[in-house]
Nanobody
């Protein structure tokens, strides 16, 4: 089983940047697609983007394209979410998740990290 632990959240001013990390442990990640989601207060969880661990596939929600970038460091078993040009509406708890390649269910989740963007 894979375990996921997010970090890197915090308070940032509008227009600033943050990089979130998702440290992974457990079995090989080559059979997984890794994803980022977020949930703002009073709103449903929202898809941010996903990437296959070997890097041959990446997809973003339309509203995140051009501002958010998913990458990973295989040696460190860590997934990243680089967020630039942040807006107050990006304020949310950000979650790292994993699903088996070829499946649609996100079955593994981290505990989340809070990102707050001030205006």
């Amino acid at each position: 089983q894979v375990q996921l632990v997010e970090s890197g959240g915090g308070l940032v001013q509008a227009g600033g940047s943050l990089r979130l990390s998702c440290a992974t442990s457990g079995r090989s990640l080559s059979v997984y697609v890794m994803g980022w989601f977020r949930q703002a207060p009073g709103k449903e969880r929202e898809f941010v983007g996903e990437s296959r661990w070997n890097g041959d596939y990446t997809r973003y929600a339309d509203s995140m394209k051009g501002r958010f970038t998913i990458s990973n460091d295989v040696a460190k078993n860590t997934l990243y979410l680089q967020m630039n040009s942040l807006k107050p509406e990006d304020t949310a708890v950000y979650y790292c998740a994993a699903r088996g390649y070829g499946t649609t269910v996100w079955g593994i989740w981290g505990q989340g990290t809070q990102v707050t963007v001030s205006s």
